[in-house]
Nanobody, 120 residues
């Protein structure tokens, strides 16, 4: 009953920028956590950045100073502005959210993934 719709992936040269967006649709009552993970070929999926209820922002060290995550609670969206992209940022990026719905309660949701490719 909740879907995460992602947009903004693509191909960019090193040093360039991309902006990923994720929108939660359906019977959304409250978003507890919303953010982005990524998975490169042959690697485990890792958290990139997230927004936690109350406004706390988390980033992995490798993207600090380059990526900025922001949320719009009224629109049930989260954006990830990615600047100074590096080839090692290449991965499939997945939107993730923990969302409370009625009457089901809090559940984890994943987007289908969007490819980000950074060329050298």
């Amino acid at each position: 009953q909740v879907q995460l719709v992602e947009s903004g992936g693509g191909l960019v040269q090193a040093g360039g920028s991309l902006r990923l967006s994720c929108a939660a649709s359906g019977r959304v009552f409250k978003i507890n956590v919303m953010g982005w993970y990524r998975q490169a070929p042959g690697r485990q999926r890792e958290l990139v950045a997230r927004v936690i209820s109350g406004g706390k922002l988390d980033y992995i060290d490798s993207v600090k100073g380059r990526f900025t995550i922001s949320g719009d609670n009224a629109k049930n969206t989260v954006d990830l502005q990615m600047n100074s992209l590096k080839p090692e940022d290449t991965a499939v990026y997945y939107c993730n959210a923990n969302i409370y719905t009625f009457p089901q309660g809090s559940q984890e949701y994943w987007g289908q993934g969007t490819q980000v490719t950074v060329s050298s």
